[in-house]
């Protein structure tokens, strides 16, 4: 009898990187995958993005509806509380026998607690890792602690994990989904990435992708507003921004987005997403990255690009030399683009020893034995 994966996304970044293990799922013998759709994947506002899971040729048991139509912290609250009684029922429905999702988004929260009420193991990818400037650092631990199985990309993560009380032998470090999408992906040329945008590169272009930083308090626009007067005064220097996800002051990033492209159409482009191949596509054809989104600091490297990390929102996480952080003031992110854009360094991948990340992940949740598996026993370290 197949065993019934449920995946869930709910956003473009996340579908990017589970795309592999979607893939993979969707063939094994052994396996019968559910594939469940929500958050900002079905919102006209963010670019009805559940189009390019379609496109890609998966089926979609189910779409939830959760985001309301403002991106306040009170509406956040109520679109989770939304989707706790969507997603109580879907999995009443479906009755997978392992959910699987992915990050540290506050979805989450209402998806892992309905799993754990409804009793069905929940397997995590990408926990242990650490983001203080923003909400989803508790997000991603809480998920730990509802979670069965995990899958972190870093031993550093895996013993994070442990250090939660988790039991180290259902805690796999399987490496990083985004290495191996890039690794298996055929990148668009300069010209063919041009075409497929609308819009041609100059002598110096930025890729831009800006979060609100939802541990603070009525920021994003002034700290926006500060990032887009810098990118004002950059010469011979075009802009590709990728907007921003429904977190609360997501929405008043991407109005001001909107109205910066408005006014600079010839230097200046901007997507709800791009797609995986585009975006990766992207990354080899730029100067630069800033913001301060995750694939700053996971992928961006990786294609021997600097990345500019703006604030806190990333604080705690691993790495590579390529990230060059900055606080929010105009006169040292403009210090930092000028470092960027005069940059050279070799990603060195010689830590990577398996790109076949979905292959690992894949075969853990076709063969784990699920008897038992709810009674979690909190695992002890020993201290001496």
Do not use: W
């Not at 979670?147 to 994990?161: D, G």
């Not at 600079?264 to 800033?290: I, P, Q, T, W």
């Amino acid at each position: 009898m197949k065993r019934k994966i449920c995946v869930v996304t709910s956003t473009r970044a996340e579908y990017g990187l589970l795309r592999p293990l979607i893939s993979k799922s969707s063939i094994n013998e052994n396996i019968e995958l559910q594939l469940v759709v929500t958050g900002s994947h079905l919102s006209v506002e963010f670019g009805l993005t559940y189009k390019e899971i379609e496109k890609d040729g998966f089926r979609i048991d189910k779409k939830i509806e959760m985001l309301l139509s403002s991106d306040s912290d009170i509406a956040v609250l109520k679109s989770m509380a939304l989707a706790q009684l969507s997603f109580a029922d879907t999995f009443d429905n479906l009755r997978p026998d392992i959910i699987v999702v992915l990050g540290d988004r506050f979805e989450l929260l209402p998806i892992v607690s309905s799993a754990l009420v409804l009793k069905i193991p929940v397997a995590h990818i990408h926990g242990g890792e650490t983001t203080e400037g923003a909400l989803d650092e508790s997000v991603r631990h809480a998920v730990t602690k509802m979670s069965h199985i995990h899958f972190p990309s870093h031993e550093v993560y895996k013993n994070r994990i442990v250090q939660l009380g988790e039991n180290h032998k259902r805690v796999y470090n399987v490496g990083s989904l985004g290495y191996e999408n890039i690794k298996n992906t055929t990148l668009l040329t300069k010209t063919e990435f041009e075409d497929s945008i609308n819009f041609k590169l100059a002598s110096k272009n930025i890729l831009v992708t800006y979060h609100p930083v939802t541990l603070e308090f009525d920021t994003v626009e002034e700290q926006f507003n500060d990032i887009l007067e810098v990118l004002d005064g950059l010469e011979d220097t075009h802009i590709i921004f990728t907007k921003a996800n429904a977190d609360a002051g997501g929405r008043v990033v991407n109005e001001m987005i909107d109205k910066y492209v408005s006014a600079n159409e010839s230097k200046a482009v901007a997507f709800h997403s791009l797609g995986l191949k585009r975006y990766l596509s992207a990354l080899s054809h730029v100067d630069c990255v800033l913001g301060n989104s995750s694939s700053g600091l996971l992928e961006v490297p990786y294609f021997d690009i600097p990345t500019v990390n703006i604030g806190d929102r990333q604080k705690g996480r691993l790495r590579a030399d390529t990230v060059i952080d900055t606080d929010n003031r105009k006169e040292n992110i403009i210090k930092a683009i000028d470092k960027a854009l005069d940059y050279s360094h070799k990603f060195d991948d010689s830590n990577i020893s398996d790109y076949n990340v979905s292959d690992k992940i894949v075969k853990v949740l076709e063969s784990i034995e699920l008897k038992g598996i709810l009674k979690k026993k909190f695992y002890d370290l020993k201290i001496k």
